[in-house]
């Protein structure tokens, strides 16, 4: 069966320090993988998807990139971090219509 | 564009009612519609999906949902509700494909669920 795994679970940065999240899909092959953001009272919002590797399409202006080195590893990042990039980072991938999501990690930046 | 409107940011109901969330859509083309759940500091689990067959769907945990094109509606019921079923959820809807499969969500804003004694 298919898993997502994503890490760290929780992370304390900052000001202006880098970040790194890490995602990786097990069980099946070439799949469409996407970070979402979750703030309080807001929703998701999707920040960027990938269909295959090295294929990454943003959805918002930010202070984050994506890239997808591997078919199945997908990685947040920032080389600066901003007050405003504190929140719940969501994982995901999908298989047809359906997208499954990973554990999540907290990122709060002090 | 689509977008998903979650009446009700807080919802509270006693164990054993019913329980009853709802979720209205706007979407361009028939859409594809989700509802997730999300207990604390956890990811979103799939409750249930509709993409176009019954409009009548069903779900884990007991929960079903219905889609109504005329009210573009897709409100999540329970018979009875539990305490375990206190949680956050989550509709949402997609009608934008990314190409090569898969698909792009809009999320609503969430409804939290309290179910009490």
């Known amino acids: 069966s298919q898993t997502i795994h994503q890490w760290p679970a929780t992370l304390v940065q900052p000001v202006g320090s880098p970040l790194s999240l890490e995602c990786t899909v097990e069980g099946t092959s070439n799949p469409n993988l996407y970070w979402y953001r979750q703030a309080a009272g807001r929703g998701l919002q999707l920040l960027f998807y990938s269909v295959g590797i090295g294929q990454i399409s943003s959805e918002v202006p930010q202070n984050l990139s994506a890239s997808r080195p591997q078919d199945r590893q997908f990685i947040l990042s920032s080389k600066k971090l901003l007050l405003s990039d504190s929140g719940f980072y969501l994982c995901?991938?999908?298989?047809?219509?359906?997208?499954?999501f990973g554990e999540g990690s907290w990122l709060t930046v002090v | 564009a689509q977008s998903v409107t979650q009446l009700g940011s807080h919802v509270s109901v006693s164990e054993g009612a019913l329980v009853l969330l709802r979720c209205n859509y706007s979407s361009s083309v028939p859409p594809y519609l989700f509802w997730y759940v999300q207990y604390p500091n956890q990811g979103l689990q799939l409750l249930l999906k509709?993409?176009?067959?019954?409009?009548l769907v069903k779900g884990i945990n007991g929960f079903e949902a219905e889609f109504k094109k005329s009210e573009t509606s897709f409100h999540l019921t329970k018979p009875s509700a539990h305490m375990s079923d206190a949680a956050e959820y989550f509709c949402?809807?997609?009608?934008?494909?990314?190409?090569?499969?898969?698909?792009?969500?809009?999320f609503g804003t969430g409804t939290q669920l309290k179910v009490e004694l």
């Open positions: 949402a809807v997609s009608d934008d494909m990314v190409t090569g499969g898969g698909n792009k969500l809009t």
């Open positions: 509709y993409t176009s067959a019954a409009t």
């Open positions: 995901a991938w999908s298989a047809g219509n359906t997208i499954y």
